[in-house]
Structures are given as structure tokens and as C-alpha cells.
């Protein structure tokens, strides 16, 4: 059956690529000046015990192979390295922190696939003054990063308005959704943009599409043509983009999570950087690169479900 | 009115914006782009020889100051001269992408060309690789760059670089597909020309709107994402400083109702990507014209 | 016999880089029911430019002049469910490529049924069924499977016979075929011609037959009319065009086919090259190709007139006429 052929074949490319990356994100450690040692110490004082102890934990005196897979090893099994800072496990320090981003994701990608979807639909549906309007906003919203939208909307709503908090992530969901509002808008902005500039150029390319001409010379009703065959058709290309441009969200959430203070991964990261600890810098960046692996891999996976042409296969008679 | 209407509907003329012919060359819009970035190119350039107010001078009375004479934007946060810190700052703003660009467009087109010309396995391989490579987002990439190299530009560029290459590979391997798969490179090859030669002397020339547009576009993402990681700290370094830092700088001040170094350094910002954005869209289409 | 469809002084513009230019000048036509119109020409002459306007599926910003009236309904003039019922019930396309025109995501029985279950109510299952004959009376065997199967999943002859099928799903009264064999191989197209010429004998459908070949128009057609540069030339039964023509451009098309049964030195071509309404000269269009020009020819538009048995745009017809064939094509 060619449907499970397919699924199995998407999921070895995605352990695959999974498998890449992180020996990507491992190896990046060996590019550094000096020997690794070195380089995961760098600026602390530490006794000569506790040197030996770092090099007997990452395996320091091993082929570099083999400490990959040591490494590997753990995070196959849910440790993801030890802090240097806080030698505690990494697990234990991010947990809380991963809900944070996650709830600051989630808010963007609904905002992109609910106003971003809209605005590009009725954009594209109907030409005239709000397609030109609304696609002029959108070419200029492009323009502001996810940083400058986030301090515009902090002076106009936080401090000029005092409408909303500017900092931290509040407690229990109604408080959380309160100050995820200006985060989520400022991270959301530029792909909302995107999106709708996306959606609305797929929907004219549908609109003007034979298949469309046959409907209508059909003598089918507006609704239906729209529904059935514009919408229906546009959707294959507007997934594609919009599950990528929510994977483009985790990079940019590192930024907005510095500006508002929420204790997310993203900010950790930076933390992580700026107090040289490189196992979180490590760990952070393979959640992040395995959920972007992952996500990718799920929107192949709605492409499929959405276009016959894919699974199905050419099968002449 | 909506779409379908206006197809069938007759037998009144209908105006339509796609129907009222093609731009042709860059447009109103692409040479207004093209102006407003000559425009902050030369200022940030020659503008520190004619307004020689010293951007890193520090005078404590004058913090959060006002627009006065010989000083036409005001001070920051700590009394220093926003113009000449904006001219300063956009030196490297406008500068840094350059560098972005130019390695992953090199790279890129390296990939690309190669694996659409020798095919095979070859292309699937590099193709896979790209794909991988598509999992890293450039920001993350400078910042794990920064985590090794320790802060700055030069790293930060490079990885950046890395960052874009797979967006650039793809589409000029997906041009240079296009353009060989027609008929007068047949002929060509027919008449004897190796790959190197056709690659060079016809494929890149008939390739290289389409290289333009998408290295326009990386210069607004390199633009964006560089002036992200100064915001956060991991970019320029001071005394050195752009628009990112004084983003950051200005926050306490917008916090207590100065937001003036912020705002401008978000508008300069927002102008450029706008701009290069604009020109970028215009390559684009213009590369699809023919 | 009341005419089913008549076309009047139907003139059509299209705005090109921005002014507006002629595509069709001046059209009269008239079908009767269960009668079979071939419309030959070459590109740029306007014959799927007049399917279209009798289909009302002119591009955006096309205006139109002169009428077409479809057993007595405006056709021009009709909006909202008029028109509908005119698509639904009156007149139906089969375009030139099958799998351009199918909505690849949907399947063939989707394809078929669509029309049935929206515009006339029927239940699932009765459309589903009659989908089924319909797919065996153009000749496609395990239709039941094939309902199931994607546009993608068939070859291109067993596409355009879905197409045919779904034409007369809703029994329409005219059918508009647009070079609907160009896109297959010469076999399929054999195939595919005989099914259409059959299904719409067997219905009563009159068809308009739009086409570059001439005897494929013959084969099908009652009657044929020639186009060029946006009008129509000669209007004739189609047995008689070959042995008669009655335009000068029609005998250099006749001229210009291969045959298989003699040979000759050179292959015989009209020379220039076609053109559209828009690039169309003052006069008669086809002036500058044509060997039996005169100075009067390019003075003014020559108008259609009545030359037994049919009609023709040539001022010198009665001159020339039985001349045309003989000797080479091209200008000596």
C-alpha cells in the first residue's frame, strides 16, 4: 500500500535528518580555538579534581566519535548534558522553561493561521481598494522585525496606553494569554504579513487556473467554485508556507523572549551564551532544531494528505 | 466584486489591475527603493565628515535631551549625539549584511549550479544536504557561532551565511534546471561546449535576475537578523555599536518616556528592510518578465 | 429550421498592453438543433475566441458588441442563476486539455458528479450511477474503479472521454468542443472523435466544433466555417469545401495539406504568417498572403456575402471561383 510506503519513507528522512543535525550540533563544540576542555572551562577557575571530572564525564580522552555517541546516547534516553554553571541536569532547568515558549509559539501560530489565512482570502477574493489597502500593510509590515515591532508596541500599549504588562509571563492561563498579547503580536507580525501575501497570491493563481474556467463553465454556483475548487486547491501551497513560517517562529522567539523578559528556552540560550555554558547552549539548540525537523516533517505530511498527486503515484492504463 | 464575477460578467469593461500590462524595469516603486537606500548609504558613509559631532562623546547634563541647534535629534541615554550614533551605527547595519550576502550567494550558487549541471546522484546528495541544512535558521546558527567564537560580527556573518545558503541554493538550482532543460542548451552541448563553459557563458547570465532578486532579499533577512543579534547582546560589540544596540539601549528610556534613540534606530531600520524588500520584489518580477 | 443559436455582428475587444484591440469582427453564425458546425482557422483567428464568447468565458476586461441569442435567450446579457441554467442546461465545454482543465485534487467521480448533484439535486447515488454509464458509453471499462481514481491516473485520450461524459451529464443542447483531439495522439483522437460524433447524434446535441484541421472538421461537421484574423471567410458544407472553396484562404489551406496519395517537389505553404484581428490590415485580412489580390481588396472591410451554396468574404469570388486549386500556392 503506496499510503504506508510513503509514511515510512518520510520517517527515516526525518530520523535521518534528525541523526545530521545533531552530530551538526555535537561537532559544532570541536570547532572552537584550544581543546574542548578548554573550551567548556573558559573562564571559570576550577580545581584540578574538577577538571578531571569534566573530562571523565564528556569523555574527553575518547575518539571524538565515540563521545558522540555517548552524548547521543543520553539524549536518547532523556539526559541532555549537565549545566556548568548550575551542574544540575539540563532536563530538570529547562522544563519549565520549554512550557514558557511553548505557550508564546502557540499564541503567534494561531494568530498567523487566523488573521494571516483571513486577511490573504478576502485579499484575494475580492480585488479592489481592501486588497490594495490591505496588501500595502502587509508589504510594510514585512519590514519591522519581531524587535521593533515588540518596542512599538510596548510604547504605544504598555507605557503610553498601559493596556498591558511589558514583562514576564504571569501565572494561570487568562493571565498568560494577557501578557502573551504583545509578545505574540510582535513575534507574529511579519509572518501575519507573509502568510496573507502568500494566501492571497495562491488564491489568484487558483482563481485564474483552467480547472477553475471548466467550473465555471459548468454553471456552478460562486460558493461552490470557491469552496470546492479556489480554496480547496490554494490550501496545498498556503500549508506549505504556513506550517514553515511557524517553524520560522522558534528563531524568532529567542529575540522576544530577551525584550519581555519570559523565561523561555529562547532567553535561556542567550543566558547560556553570555555565561559560556555550553552543554545548555547544545541541548537548547537540538530541542529547537529537532522540533523545526519535526514540524517540517508534518507539514510534508499534510501536503500529502492534501495532494493525491503525491501518495497516489502515476499509474497509467 | 469578486473574482469570478468579474470573468463572466459582460458587457461592460472591467479594469483590472493584472490586465493593465506589465511594468517594465524597476518601476516607480523600485527607483524610489533604489533612491532611499543611495540616500542612507551616502549618509552613513560621508555623513561623519560633514556632521563631525563625536558620536561616542558622553556628557552626563544632556541625557534624554532635547533637539537643539548643532544637535538636530537630540541626545540618549547617556548624553551622547543620536544623529551622529544613527550614521555611525548604520555604517555597520548597512555594511554587514554585504558580507552575509556575498558568501551565501557564492556558496549557494556553487551548490546549485553544480548539482542542476552534473545531475545524478551527485544533486540528490548536495539536495538532501541543502534540506538538512534547511533545519538550521540562521539566527540560531549565529548564536550557536557566537557561543564558540564568543561575540561579534565576523562569525556571526559567516554563520548567518550558512544560514541562508540552502534558501539561495534551491532557488537558483530550481532557475538553472528551468533554463537547462531548454532547448539552446542542447544545442550547445551538441556543438561540443562542456559544462563549465555553458554554466558561465550561458546559463549564469540567463540565471542572474533571479540571483539578483533572491540576493536582495537575503540582504533584508541579514539586515534583520544581524540587527537581532546586537539587540541581544551577541552582535557588535561596544565601543563599536548599530542600530540592533541602540534598539536595546533605548529601552530604559522608552520605559520612563524617552523613546526617542529606540524609535529612531527602529525606523532607520524599518526604512532600509522596506526599501531593499521593495527592490527585492521588483528584481523578483522582473526576472519572471522574461 | 429555427435556429438554436444565432450569432450577430458579434464583435469582441480585448485591452492588450493597454489599449484596446479587436480579437473578433464582426461574426454571424447560426446552428440548428442537433446540427454539427466545424469553425477551422489557424492560431490567432478567433474560433476559441468565439466558443468562449458563446460559453461567456471571455478574459476580464473583454467588451463585446453585436448578439448572441440562444434559443431566444440573450446570451450576452444573462447574470446570476440565467446564466447559471444557460451553463447548466444549454451549453457545454470541452476544452483542449483534459488535464489542465481537471481539478487534479478531485477525484474523476467528484469530476463527473459535481455538476448532477449541485445544479440538479440529485441524490449521491442516482448521479454516482449515472456517472457509471455515462463513463461506459464513452468507452472506459471498470468504470467503477476509475470513479475512484485521480485525473492523474489516467492517460490523456481516457481523460478528454471523461470530459466528453461530463459534457453531457447534464444534457445540454449545444455542445462547444475546443480542439478537444489536439492534445492527443493520432489514434486516441480517431477514438475520441467517434465517440463524440456518435453520443451527439444519438442525443440531438448540436455541436460546435472548433479545430486547425479541416478534414477532421469534415469528418464531423455539416457545415464548416473558416476563420481568420478574427473573421469568419467562408461558410460552407463541408464535402463541398475542398472540391469548391469559395475563399481564396481556404484553398491554400486545402492546398497546403500533405497527401499521402501524390507526391510533389516542395511542400506547399502559405507564406507570411497568420494574424490576428488586431494585426489585421484595412481590407481584407488576408490581402497580403494572398495570390489573388487586387488594389480594391485592401480598400475596405469586404463584407460576408451569399455565393450559392454558402457564404464568402472574397469581392473577386465570382471571378476566381474553380481557379483557386490548380497550380502553386506560393506567389511566383
Known sequence: ?317 | MSILEVQSASPEPIEYDDVKGQRKGLGLTGWIAVAVLSVMVLITVFGPMLYTVDPDNISLMDTFGPPQPGHPLGFDGQGRDLLARLVVGGRTSLLGPVIVVIISTLLGALLAFSAAWIGGTYDTVVSRFIDTMFAFPGLLLAIIAVAIFGPGLMAASIALAIGYTPFVARIIRSAVLRERNLPYVSALTVQGLGGLNISIRHLLPNVAGIIIAAATLSYGYALIDLAALSFIGLGVQPPQSDWGVMVAEGIPGLLSGYPQESLYAGLCIIIAVGAVNLLGDRFAAMAEEE | MTSLLTIEGLTVTLPVAGKRKPVLRDINLEIGAGEAVGLVGESGSGKSMTARSIGRLLPPGAQTSGSITFDGKPVLELKGSDLRSYRTEGVAMIFQDPRAHTNPVRSVGDFLTEAMRTNMGMKSSAADARAVELLESVGIDDPKRRMQQYPHQLSGGMLQRVMIASALAVRPRLILADEPTTALDVTTQAEVMAILDTLRREHGVALVFITHDLELAAAVCDRTDVMYAGSIMEQQSSDALDRDPLHPYTAALVQARPSISSTSDRLAAIPGRPVSAFEAPNGCAFAPRCRFAVAECSAGTPPLVAVEPGLSRCIRIDSIRGTMTAGEVSNG
Open chain 1, 1 to 317: 500500500m503506496t499510503t504506508l510506503r510513503f509514511l515510512i519513507g518520510r520517517l527515516v528522512a526525518l530520523a535521518i535528518t534528525l541523526l545530521l543535525a545533531s552530530m551538526a550540533i555535537y561537532g559544532a563544540m570541536f570547532l572552537a580555538p584550544g581543546s574542548p576542555l578548554a573550551f567548556l572551562t573558559r573562564g571559570r577557575t576550577m580545581s584540578a579534581e574538577e577538571l578531571d571530572a569534566i573530562a571523565a564525564q564528556y569523555h574527553l580522552n575518547e575518539p571524538v566519535w565515540r563521545q558522540y555517541l555517548y552524548w547521543l546516547g543520553g539524549v536518547l534516553h532523556g539526559d541532555l548534558g549537565t549545566s556548568i554553571l548550575q551542574k544540575a541536569p539540563v532536563t530538570s532547568l529547562i522544563g519549565e522553561r520549554a512550557v514558557n515558549t511553548l505557550w508564546l509559539v502557540a499564541c503567534a501560530s494561531i494568530l498567523i493561521l487566523t488573521v494571516g489565512l483571513t486577511v490573504g482570502i478576502i485579499a484575494g477574493l475580492k480585488p479592489g481598494w481592501l486588497d490594495t489597502s490591505l496588501m500595502l500593510t502587509a508589504t510594510a509590515a514585512m519590514a519591522v522585525p519581531a524587535f521593533v515591532a515588540a518596542i512599538i508596541l510596548i510604547l504605544i500599549f504598555a507605557v503610553n496606553l498601559q493596556l498591558f504588562p511589558v514583562f514576564g509571563q504571569g501565572e494561570g492561563f487568562s493571565d498568560r494569554i494577557y501578557h502573551l498579547v504583545l509578545p505574540s503580536v510582535a513575534l507574529a507580525l511579519a509572518s501575519v504579513a507573509y502568510v496573507a501575501r502568500l494566501t492571497r497570491a495562491a488564491i489568484r493563481s487558483e482563481a485564474a487556473s483552467d480547472h477553475v474556467q471548466t467550473a465555471v463553465s459548468r454553471g456552478l454556483p460562486q460558493r461552490t467554485i470557491v469552496s470546492r475548487h479556489i480554496l480547496r486547491n490554494a490550501m496545498i501551497p498556503i500549508v506549505t508556507v504556513a506550517g514553515l513560517t511557524i517553524g520560522g517562529l522558534i528563531a524568532g522567539a529567542v529575540v522576544i523572549e530577551q525584550v519581555f523578559q519570559l523565561n523561555g528556552l529562547g532567553s535561556y540560550l542567550v543566558e547560556a551564551v553570555g555565561s559560556k555554558d555550553f552543554p545548555v547552549v547544545q541541548a537548547i539548540s537540538l530541542i529547537l532544531v529537532a522540533s523545526f525537523i519535526v514540524l517540517n516533517t508534518v507539514v510534508d505530511l499534510l501536503y500529502a494528505a492534501l495532494d493525491p498527486r503525491i501518495v497516489v503515484g502515476r499509474q497509467h492504463s
